[in-house]
C-alpha cells in the first residue's frame, strides 16, 4: 500500500482527544507519506471528504457525536477513529463510538494502521464515486438517507465481492432495478447476461427445462434442445424473482448448482458446468416460510450470505418530489416537464401508495397524460378516481379523524392497533347501517363476506369470558 503516489483524496487527522496534546510524530509521519496532515478541529480550513479522529478512551461520547453531526452534515463523507495509547479500550466504548456514527475504530499500531485506512478509504472513496455515477443518477432515483445507506451496501456487495444475495422489500421498491444494477457493477473479466426468472410464472411441470434445459425429444413437445436458466446465466448473473415462490423440487436442484456449479438438462446424462452470481428477491418473509417450511434452510443459508431491505416508499416520502420529477420526465421525453403545481405536488406527497414507486409512477403518467399541454400541471389533471380516497384524507386529517387518533396514540396504541380498532370500529358502523347483513357490509367495505365473519369470530374469542 506504500507505493501509492497518486493518493489525492481529501483526507485530514483531527485530534479528538479529550486532552490532547501533540499528534505524535509515528503518526504525522505514517499519513504524510500520503499527504495526509492534521487539522486542529475548532479551525479546520474546509471539510474534509474524510476524517481521521485521533481519540481516547475518555472523550465524550455526546459531544462527539455533535461535532460528527456537524462534519458529516457538512459534506464529510465518512469519519474513521484511531485509538491512541489505549492498550485495554472497553468494547461498550467502542460501540458506542459506531453509534455517533464513526465508520470504524482502530488502535494506533504502527506500520500497520495508517495502510489499513488508507485502503479502507480507497474503497469507501470507490462507493462514493460509484453512487454519483450516470448509471445511478439517471436510474436509481433518490436521496434520503435510508435509500443511499442502502445503495452504498449494493455498490460494495458488487463490486467487491462475487457473492449470492437477497433483496426484500415490497412490491414496487426497486428490487428488479437493484439487480440490474448488481450486474452492471459486477467487474467479473469476461461477464455475461444478467438472466431475469420471475418464480411466480412458472409452471411446476417445466420448472426443470426452464433451468436445467432439456434434450430434443425429453417430453412432448420438446422438439428441439434448449439451454435453461443455468446455462444462459453462466459467467453471468441469475436473478430469481419472487424466489419464496419457487417449486420445492426446484429448491433442492438449485441448491445442488450453487454447491457444485454443475447440473443435467432434462433428458440427458451429461453434467455440465455453471458459475453465475445468483441474486433473489422476495416480498415474503423467508425466515417465516423457513419455519413453516416452505422454504429450505439450506438454500435460504446459501442464498440470504448478503441482505439487503429496501425502503417502502413511505419510509422515503422526501424522495417523491424527486421521483414524481424523473417519471414526469420519462413521459415528456426529453423535453422539459411542465412546471407542477404546488398542490399536485402535495396531493402526491400525502397519498399512501401501497404499490410504492411503481405506483407513483403509474398515478404520474396518468396525471401528465391528462395534460393539456399549455401551463403548469394543475389538480385537475390528477384523474377523478385518484382524487376520492384523498379528498376524505384531506377532509378529516384536521378534524374529529385526527383527534381521535391523537387520542390513541396518547394511550400508547402502536400502529397494529390503530389499524385493528379502525377496522373494528368501520365494520361496526357498516353493520349496523345494514341492519347486521354481513353480504351487503362486505359489498360496501371491498372485503369478502369470509373477512368479515372471521373477524367478528375472532373478536368474539378475545371477549373476557
Ligand atoms: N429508485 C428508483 N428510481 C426510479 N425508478 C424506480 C426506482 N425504484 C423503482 N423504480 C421504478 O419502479 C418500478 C418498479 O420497480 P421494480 O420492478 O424494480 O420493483 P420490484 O420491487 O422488483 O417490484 P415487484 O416486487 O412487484 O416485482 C419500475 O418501473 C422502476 O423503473
Given at each position: 500500500?506504500?507505493?501509492?503516489?497518486?493518493?489525492?483524496?481529501?483526507?485530514?487527522?483531527?485530534?479528538?482527544?479529550?486532552?490532547?496534546?501533540?499528534?505524535?510524530?509515528?503518526?504525522?509521519?505514517?499519513?504524510?507519506?500520503?499527504?495526509?496532515?492534521?487539522?486542529?478541529?475548532?479551525?479546520?480550513?474546509?471539510?474534509?471528504?474524510?476524517?481521521?479522529?485521533?481519540?481516547?478512551?475518555?472523550?465524550?461520547?455526546?459531544?462527539?457525536?455533535?461535532?460528527?453531526?456537524?462534519?458529516?452534515?457538512?459534506?464529510?463523507?465518512?469519519?474513521?477513529?484511531?485509538?491512541?495509547?489505549?492498550?485495554?479500550?472497553?468494547?461498550?466504548?467502542?460501540?458506542?463510538?459506531?453509534?455517533?456514527?464513526?465508520?470504524?475504530?482502530?488502535?494506533?499500531?504502527?506500520?500497520?494502521?495508517?495502510?489499513?485506512?488508507?485502503?479502507?478509504?480507497?474503497?469507501?472513496?470507490?462507493?462514493?464515486?460509484?453512487?454519483?455515477?450516470?448509471?445511478?443518477?439517471?436510474?436509481?432515483?433518490?436521496?434520503?438517507?435510508?435509500?443511499?445507506?442502502?445503495?452504498?451496501?449494493?455498490?460494495?456487495?458488487?463490486?467487491?465481492?462475487?457473492?449470492?444475495?437477497?433483496?426484500?422489500?415490497?412490491?414496487?421498491?426497486?428490487?428488479?432495478?437493484?439487480?440490474?444494477?448488481?450486474?452492471?457493477?459486477?467487474?467479473?473479466?469476461?461477464?455475461?447476461?444478467?438472466?431475469?426468472?420471475?418464480?411466480?410464472?412458472?409452471?411446476?411441470?417445466?420448472?426443470?427445462?426452464?433451468?436445467?434445459?432439456?434434450?430434443?425429444?425429453?417430453?412432448?413437445?420438446?422438439?428441439?434442445?434448449?439451454?435453461?436458466?443455468?446455462?444462459?446465466?453462466?459467467?453471468?448473473?441469475?436473478?430469481?424473482?419472487?424466489?419464496?415462490?419457487?417449486?420445492?423440487?426446484?429448491?433442492?436442484?438449485?441448491?445442488?448448482?450453487?454447491?457444485?456449479?454443475?447440473?443435467?438438462?432434462?433428458?440427458?446424462?451429461?453434467?455440465?458446468?455453471?458459475?453465475?452470481?445468483?441474486?433473489?428477491?422476495?416480498?415474503?418473509?423467508?425466515?417465516?416460510?423457513?419455519?413453516?417450511?416452505?422454504?429450505?434452510?439450506?438454500?435460504?443459508?446459501?442464498?440470504?450470505?448478503?441482505?439487503?431491505?429496501?425502503?417502502?416508499?413511505?419510509?422515503?416520502?422526501?424522495?417523491?418530489?424527486?421521483?414524481?420529477?424523473?417519471?414526469?420526465?420519462?413521459?415528456?421525453?426529453?423535453?422539459?416537464?411542465?412546471?407542477?403545481?404546488?398542490?399536485?405536488?402535495?396531493?402526491?406527497?400525502?397519498?399512501?401508495?401501497?404499490?410504492?414507486?411503481?405506483?407513483?409512477?403509474?398515478?404520474?403518467?396518468?396525471?401528465?397524460?391528462?395534460?393539456?399541454?399549455?401551463?403548469?400541471?394543475?389538480?385537475?389533471?390528477?384523474?377523478?378516481?385518484?382524487?376520492?380516497?384523498?379528498?376524505?384524507?384531506q377532509e378529516h386529517l384536521n378534524g374529529?379523524f385526527e383527534k381521535?387518533?391523537?387520542?390513541?396514540?396518547?394511550?400508547?396504541?402502536?400502529?397494529?392497533?390503530?389499524?385493528?380498532?379502525?377496522?373494528?370500529?368501520?365494520?361496526?358502523?357498516?353493520?349496523?347501517?345494514?341492519?347486521?347483513?354481513?353480504?351487503?357490509?362486505?359489498?360496501?367495505?371491498?372485503?369478502?363476506?369470509?373477512?368479515?365473519?372471521?373477524?367478528?369470530?375472532?373478536?368474539?374469542?378475545?371477549?373476557?369470558?
Open positions: 500500500m506504500s507505493d501509492i503516489t497518486d493518493f489525492d483524496i481529501d483526507v485530514c487527522i483531527i485530534d479528538l482527544r479529550e486532552m490532547p496534546c501533540l499528534v505524535p510524530d509515528a503518526i504525522k509521519k505514517a499519513f504524510l507519506t500520503y499527504g495526509i496532515t492534521c487539522q486542529s478541529k475548532d479551525s479546520l480550513p474546509e471539510i474534509p471528504h474524510y476524517a481521521i479522529c485521533l481519540l481516547d478512551g475518555k472523550i465524550n461520547v455526546e459531544k462527539l457525536h455533535d461535532f460528527l453531526k456537524v462534519l458529516l452534515e457538512k459534506g464529510c463523507k465518512r469519519t474513521v477513529g484511531i485509538l491512541y495509547n489505549n492498550v485495554n479500550v472497553d468494547p461498550a466504548y467502542v460501540w458506542q463510538l459506531l453509534k455517533c456514527g464513526i465508520s470504524d475504530v482502530c488502535k494506533w499500531e504502527s506500520n500497520s494502521t495508517e495502510k489499513c485506512l488508507i485502503s479502507k478509504i480507497l474503497k469507501w472513496e470507490k462507493i462514493e464515486k460509484t453512487l454519483q455515477s450516470g448509471y445511478i443518477k439517471d436510474r436509481l432515483i433518490g436521496q434520503c438517507a435510508n435509500w443511499i445507506a442502502v445503495l452504498k451496501q449494493l455498490i460494495e456487495f458488487s463490486v467487491f465481492t462475487n457473492g449470492s444475495g437477497i433483496i426484500l422489500g415490497e412490491s414496487g421498491t426497486g428490487k428488479e432495478m437493484a439487480a440490474h444494477l448488481i450486474h452492471h457493477l459486477d467487474n467479473r473479466e469476461n461477464k455475461k447476461n444478467l438472466v431475469l426468472l420471475d418464480c411466480t410464472t412458472i409452471v411446476p411441470e417445466l420448472s426443470g427445462s426452464e433451468f436445467f434445459g432439456h434434450e430434443r425429444g425429453a417430453f412432448t413437445n420438446a422438439i428441439a434442445s434448449r439451454d435453461g436458466a443455468f446455462a444462459l446465466a453462466d459467467n453471468g448473473t441469475l436473478f430469481l424473482d419472487e424466489v419464496g415462490e419457487l417449486p420445492p423440487t426446484m429448491q433442492a436442484g438449485l441448491l445442488r448448482v450453487i454447491q457444485e456449479g454443475t447440473y443435467k438438462r432434462v433428458g440427458s446424462n451429461n453434467w455440465r458446468k455453471t458459475q453465475f452470481r445468483l441474486i433473489c428477491a422476495t416480498n415474503r418473509n423467508l425466515n417465516t416460510e423457513v419455519q413453516s417450511r416452505n422454504f429450505r434452510q439450506d438454500l435460504y443459508y446459501r442464498i440470504a450470505t448478503w441482505t439487503f431491505r429496501l425502503p417502502p416508499l413511505r419510509e422515503r416520502v422526501a424522495d417523491i418530489p424527486i421521483l414524481a420529477y424523473h417519471f414526469f420526465q420519462k413521459y415528456f421525453k426529453g423535453i422539459s416537464p411542465p412546471p407542477v403545481d404546488k398542490l399536485v405536488l402535495d396531493y402526491l406527497i400525502a397519498k399512501d401508495y401501497p404499490g410504492n414507486i411503481r405506483e407513483l409512477q403509474h398515478l404520474v403518467t396518468r396525471i401528465a397524460s391528462r395534460y393539456s399541454g399549455e401551463g403548469p400541471i394543475t389538480v385537475g389533471d390528477i384523474p377523478e378516481n385518484d382524487r376520492q380516497s384523498f379528498a376524505f384524507h374529529e381521535a387518533m391523537q387520542k390513541a396514540l396518547s394511550y400508547g396504541m402502536d400502529l397494529k392497533d390503530i389499524k385493528e380498532l379502525s377496522a373494528d370500529i368501520a365494520i361496526d358502523i357498516v353493520l349496523k347501517q345494514e341492519k347486521g347483513i354481513v353480504k351487503n357490509a362486505a359489498k360496501r367495505l371491498g372485503v369478502t363476506d369470509r373477512a368479515i365473519q372471521l373477524r367478528l369470530a375472532g373478536r368474539r374469542q378475545k371477549l373476557p369470558s
